[in-house]
C-alpha cells in the first residue's frame, strides 16, 4: 500500500507551483525533468518515503497543473531554481534537504546549489545536458536547435523522432527498452503530450546552453554526486557533461541502472542506488 500524498502549491512570481509530498522523515526533494512533472517519480515515491523520507517533487512552472500567470516566453534557469528553492522552504524552512533532479531537472538541482548550498544537505544530479561543458559543444547545440525547428515546421511528431536519436542519427541503445511508458506513470502520459510543445520551444535550448556556476559547484562540491546511467555510455550529451563537471568541481561521479530515464525503467534498483549515494560515503567509480 502506498503512502498517502498530500498536495499543496506555492505562488511564485509569475506561476503558482503545485507540489506533492509523501513519507516523514527528512526531505527528499525530487526534480523532474522534460516535459516530465511529479509523476515522473510514482514508481520510486513510495520506496523513498519508506526508506524514512518525506518525498516531495513538484509540477515546473507552465507544466501540467503548475500554470504560469504571465505569457509563456523561453524559460531562464535561475527562475526555475528560485522556484525549486521557494518549494523548500514551502515544506523544510528550517533544514536543508536531500536533492535529486533528473536530465533538465539537474541542471535546476545544480543551480540551486550553487546559489544556495545552505539548503542542501546533499545533491545527486543525473545525467544534466549541459553540452556547453563538452569539448566541440556545436553538433549537440546545433541537434537541439534542430529538434526545436522541426517542430516548429513539420509538428512534434517529426521533432520527437530526431529528438530519439543522436546528432550523428543513431538511436541511443540504452533508450529503446524505454520507449513504452512503464504502468506507474502512465497516468502522467496525457500531460506530458500537452507538456511537450513548451519543453520543446521554450526550455530544450535555453537550458542545455546554459553554463552551471562551476565555482559555486566547486565550493559545495562535498555535497553533490554526478549520476551517470550504466546504459548511457553512447550518449555524450548526457554523460560527458556529468563527468566533465565532476572534474571541474572535484564532486562524486555515482553509477545508476538503466539509462537517461533509469528511475522510471528501473525505479526499485534506481531508489536503492539513489539512497546510497545520498550518504556521503559515495566515491567515484
Known sequence: MGSSISVGHVKVPGATLRYEARGTGPVLLLI?????????????????ADAGHTVVSYDQRGLSRSPLHTPLTDQRVTDWGADALAVLDAVTPDRPAYVFGSSSGAIIALALLAARPDRVRRLVAHEPPLVELLADPAPYRDHFAEVRELHRTKGLGAAMARFAETPDGRRPVGEQAAAELPPSVRPMAARMGANMPVFLEHVLCPFSSSRPDVDGLRAAAGRLALGVGRESADQVALVGPARRLAELTGAAVVEFTGGHLGCVTHPEEFAKELLAALRPTARRP
Open 32 to 48: 523532474p525533468g522534460g516535459a516530465g512533472d511529479a509523476g515522473m517519480f510514482e514508481g520510486m515515491a513510495d520506496l523513498l
